[in-house]
């Protein structure tokens, strides 16, 4: 589910594991916390393709995730390509959690300047 309020998606993930990504047009790059919340490890990058969703669900239940941050550049452009393409990929993932019974807590976090 897609959480547009910090203070309800921190409630909602407090003393859990957050994964973040990072949406590219052909890659994903993931990260994971630690379950304080205090320490941000990279994962790895996933292709986007038939299988991106899926693994993404495997990842989320091998190493319990709470919820996901997805960055999203705020400053640029709202109607660009890559704003438009990052939002429907996390309509897409939000979509498909519901779908196999994971009602995870999503995020979008500002990545402008990064």
Known sequence: MLIRNIKEFLKLTNNKRLMSLDIGTKKIGLALSDQKQLIVTP?????????FLPNL??????FEIGGIIIGYPFNQNLKSKSCQMIRD????????????NFDLPIFFWDESYT
Do not use: A
């Not at 669900?57 to 091998?62: G, N, T």
């Open 43 to 51: 994962l790895k990058t996933i292709s986007k393709n038939k299988l």
């Open 57 to 62: 669900i495997k990842i989320v239940q091998d």
């Open 89 to 100: 990929v996390s309509k897409n993932i939000s979509n498909f959690f519901f779908k196999n």
